[in-house]
């Protein structure tokens, strides 16, 4: 990455830092000399990894706790970038959430919200920071899921397909980028024990799947986008399943998934 300017310091913007993925992801970056913004909702959890980063001999991560839902989210963080004298050379767009269920069943507001932070939030922080990143040729780390590869996830509808967006998003976007000197990659997990299953009202439903750790999937997901990859999808069963997925017929991979997902609630 070059950086062409003498009077900002370049960050790396990780949205979803307090915990999970994105702390792993947000720890990873800091022990390769990234300078931070970290967000998401909960302050004391993003200063509690601030200073845990501090302590490690890295630079202070800057911490700023929004809810990137609210309408002036993506302002904010220019405004907050801007009084620190930064600018965002890597975007790590991490933030999200699922919820497990039929979509008539599912409140309406709460699939919605989904939308908005899975799809609309990363979409618009790409748009929103692109000068900054093509100025730094840098890079940017979208979190889809190995559910992006599935052909559509009845019993957890909107979360496939929102995932499926980040993918298909990344991929376009890496090819628009590519005479930029910008590289796009989709980081696909598996299944990672996190806050996630928590929220998504998992209860214990994937204890059976082998799991890959939030520090793996974060260590891989790193590699990949200094790599310059366009996807990776960490651990062999889930590249397995990325490489395979399209291959099956769509009917049936529906009617499985519709299967697992009934036997799990
Ligand atoms: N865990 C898995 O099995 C798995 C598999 C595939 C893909 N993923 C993807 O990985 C990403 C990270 O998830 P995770 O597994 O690390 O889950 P997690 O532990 O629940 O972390 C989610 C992060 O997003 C933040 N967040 C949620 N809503 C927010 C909002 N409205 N505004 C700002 N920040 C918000 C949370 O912080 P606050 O609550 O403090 O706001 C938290 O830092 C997600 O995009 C998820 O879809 C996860």
Request: net charge neutral.
């Given at each position: 990455?070059?950086?062409r300017?003498t009077?900002?310091r370049?960050?790396?913007?990780?949205?979803?830092?307090?915990?999970?993925?994105?702390?792993?992801?947000a720890?990873?970056?800091?022990?390769?000399?990234?300078?931070?913004?970290?967000?998401?909702?909960?302050?004391d959890?993003l200063?509690?990894?601030?200073?845990?980063?501090?302590?490690?001999?890295?630079?202070?991560?800057?911490?700023?706790?929004?809810?990137?839902?609210?309408?002036?989210?993506?302002?904010?963080?220019?405004?907050?970038l801007?009084?620190?004298?930064?600018?965002?050379?890597?975007?790590?767009?991490?933030?999200?959430?699922?919820?497990m269920?039929?979509?008539?069943?599912?409140?309406?507001?709460?699939?919605l919200?989904?939308?908005?932070?899975n799809?609309?939030?990363?979409?618009q922080?790409?748009?929103r920071?692109?000068p900054?990143?093509?100025?730094?040729?840098?890079?940017?780390?979208?979190?889809?899921?190995?559910?992006s590869?599935f052909?559509?996830?009845?019993?957890?509808?909107?979360?496939?397909?929102?995932?499926?967006?980040?993918?298909?998003?990344?991929r376009a976007?890496?090819?628009?980028?590519?005479?930029?000197?910008?590289?796009?990659?989709?980081?696909?997990?598996?299944?990672?024990?996190?806050?996630?299953?928590?929220?998504?009202?998992?209860?214990g439903?994937?204890?059976?799947?082998?799991?890959?750790?939030?520090?793996?999937?974060?260590?891989?997901?790193?590699?990949?986008?200094i790599?310059?990859r366009?996807?990776?999808?960490?651990g062999?069963?889930?590249?397995?399943?990325a490489?395979?997925?399209?291959?099956?017929?769509?009917?049936?991979?529906?009617?499985?998934?519709?299967?697992?997902?009934?036997?799990?609630?």
């Open positions: 990455m070059t950086d300017s009077h900002t370049g960050v790396a913007l990780v949205t979803g830092a307090s915990g999970g993925i994105g702390a792993d992801l720890r990873v970056l800091a022990r390769h000399g990234h300078d931070l913004m970290l967000v998401a909702r909960s302050g959890r200063t509690a990894l601030a200073d845990e980063i501090a302590a490690g001999g890295a630079a202070r991560p800057l911490v700023l706790a929004l809810d990137l839902a609210a309408a002036d989210a993506a302002d904010r963080i220019e405004a907050a801007a009084a620190a004298g930064a600018r965002v050379e890597i975007l790590v767009n991490n933030a999200g959430f699922g919820l269920g039929e979509t008539g069943e599912l409140g309406e507001a709460d699939q919200a989904m939308v908005d932070l799809v609309r939030v990363p979409t922080l790409c748009v920071f692109m900054q990143i093509k100025a730094a040729r840098g890079k940017i780390l979208n979190v889809a899921s190995v559910v590869y052909p559509g996830g009845p019993g957890m509808a909107v979360y496939y397909a929102s995932k499926a967006y980040v993918l298909s998003f990344s976007l890496a090819q628009e980028l590519l005479e930029d000197g910008v590289t796009v990659t989709a980081l696909c997990p598996g299944v990672t024990p996190t806050g996630f299953q928590a929220r998504a009202g998992m209860n439903a994937f204890e059976a799947v082998p799991a890959t750790s939030p520090a793996r999937v974060a260590e891989e997901g790193y590699r990949a986008m790599g310059g366009r996807e990776v999808a960490p062999l069963l889930n590249a397995a399943g490489w395979l997925m399209p291959l099956l017929p769509v009917g049936l991979t529906l009617k499985l998934v519709a299967r697992a997902q009934r036997r799990r609630r």
